[in-house]
């Protein structure tokens, strides 16, 4: 048999999530990497729904799925409710196909219908216990087989009970002695075959090439290739992706430690692309200094050898930075569009909101912010009410530190109007050069204090040349003349 004739193929790559209502940072790696891979050969990547144990199933959770890899920017070729040439993308669609395979491996007489019930299988646990031995229920397999009615679980008789060695792309040759081997179930009572048979039926049908999965799956692995050769089915290759570890190191990342579901990270305010960026780095290495990719750079670079043995760490604070150097990217008015859902209707109504406020604001936030909830915070705390409405203030906090009295702030503010009438807006920087000789004539503080004040109405807010430029030369003007108006009261 030839194990290794998937690698002449095109490529094919799947994802197969439970649908059991909770998109694990893990699990969507192993998406991300499974589409990368397929897009970098362009390949096929399957979206598949494993729903055929339906006491975990949650409601909503395929919809869920989807939305979680949209958000993401990973694409299918093939999914759920989508024409495909190897029928539904959802297991519990396909129960006749394996039965199909199910009743092959019976006429070959390496399938049988289990003659147990739940007690004496327990009752054969204990007295392997006892004995101080591993439980196998192919130790206790019958001499004869019945019929299969499907009342009873269809067991596989495990066709050679042999040593497995296997090659895995990233943890090279790996083996497993005889007693890692047993006869598993097949198809369930309820008619629901188990994961065990059901993908690899799936990934025969379905053409997949490489199969990437988590290291739990890797003490399976002997049950799944007696399961290959009873169906004389050539192996795929496989990938074991290395677990994701608390950012301590000291175990798997659990919802126990805060794991959270992808979505949160939208709901928190992170860029999809800095999230696909931050996931396809942990555990894999490009080989290379880069660490900002784009979409189109991650496809390009992706390398499944360079996919990592050890596991790899859930750095949150690694995230935000991500997050930051993805912001830092958007342009202006990519900017202006992420920060959309997040501008309250306060905003909107005050008297000075436009789009054009907005945009020459953008800088400032964006110097202020990692993430979307950060401006929220940032919002509800006032610090851009500045922005779009005239501000309110004690006169006395124009008044600089070296002065005497606020009136000293007066003539100042006057001179700063003077040169402001016919200044050059275009620009924080070309405010800057018609204030900046007065400012060092007069003392910095003595002047950039009192006019600071005056633009924002706070005691910390950017510099006054920022403060200028955002609201605009007309409000700029106006706000200066209440300063001096409010004084001389």
Not at 58 to 64: N, R, T
Not at 220 to 242: G, H
Not at 284 to 312: C, Y
Not at 387 to 399: E, G, Q, R, S, V
Request: net charge negative.
């Amino acid at each position: 048999m030839d194990h290794n004739s998937s690698e002449t193929k095109k490529v094919v790559t799947r994802f197969a999530p439970s649908p059991t209502g909770f998109m694990h940072i893990g699990g969507v790696r192993t998406a991300l990497f499974a589409y990368l891979y397929a897009r970098k050969n362009n390949g096929t990547f399957i979206l598949r729904i494993e729903d055929t144990d339906k006491e975990r199933e949650v409601p909503g959770s395929i919809d869920h799925i989807q939305n979680s890899l949209r958000w993401l920017g990973i694409t299918w070729d093939y999914g759920p409710g989508m024409e495909t040439p190897f029928g539904s993308c959802i297991q519990s669609e396909r129960l006749p196909l394996y039965i199909e395979f199910a009743h092959k491996l019976i006429e070959k007489g390496l399938a049988y219908p289990d003659p147990y019930t739940p007690e004496e299988v327990a009752a054969f646990k204990e007295t392997a216990i006892a004995e101080k031995r591993p439980f196998l229920i192919r130790d206790h397999r019958p001499e004869s087989f019945c019929t299969w009615d499907g009342t009873k679980p269809l067991r596989l008789k495990v066709p050679e009970i042999k040593r497995y060695v296997w090659q895995d792309v990233v943890r090279g040759e790996l083996s497993a002695g005889p007693e890692m081997l047993d006869d598993v179930v097949l198809i369930k009572s309820d008619g629901y075959p188990t994961y065990n048979f059901a993908h690899i039926i799936d990934d025969l049908l379905m053409g997949v090439t490489h199969i990437m999965r988590a290291d739990e799956f890797i003490s399976s692995m002997p049950k799944f290739l007696s399961i290959y050769d009873a169906l004389e089915i050539p192996y795929p290759v496989f990938v074991t992706l290395p677990p994701i570890l608390r950012d301590d190191r000291t175990k798997k990342l659990g919802k126990r430690d805060g794991a959270k579901d992808i979505l949160d990270y939208r709901a928190d305010g992170y860029l999809p692309s800095a999230m696909m960026n931050f996931l396809a780095l942990t555990g894999w290495n490009p080989g290379t200094e880069q660490e900002v990719f784009s979409h189109d750079e991650l496809i390009t670079a992706f390398d499944i050898t360079k996919i990592q043995k050890a596991g790899a760490a859930f750095n949150e604070e690694k995230l935000l930075w991500m997050n930051r150097q993805h912001l830092n990217l958007l342009t202006p008015e990519e900017f202006a569009t992420f920060l959309t859902p997040a501008i309250p209707a306060s905003f909107k109504s005050a008297p000075q909101y436009n789009n054009e406020t907005l945009a020459r604001l953008v800088p400032t936030i964006r110097e202020r912010i990692n993430t979307l909830t950060e401006f929220q915070a940032e919002v509800e705390h006032g610090e851009y009410d500045w922005a779009f409405t005239a501000p309110t203030y004690d006169t006395d906090i124009l008044k600089w530190k070296n002065d005497t009295d606020v009136k000293q702030a007066r003539p100042r503010l006057q001179k700063a109007l003077e040169l402001l009438k016919n200044a050059d807006f275009s620009s924080s920087e070309t405010i800057k050069a018609t204030l900046w000789p007065y400012a060092e004539e007069v003392g910095k503080g003595e002047l950039l204090w009192p006019l600071r004040v005056c633009l924002s109405g706070k005691v910390q807010s950017p510099d006054p040349f920022t403060l200028a430029y955002t609201i605009g030369q007309l409000e700029t003007l106006a706000r200066i003349q209440s300063a001096c108006d409010k004084i001389g009261e």
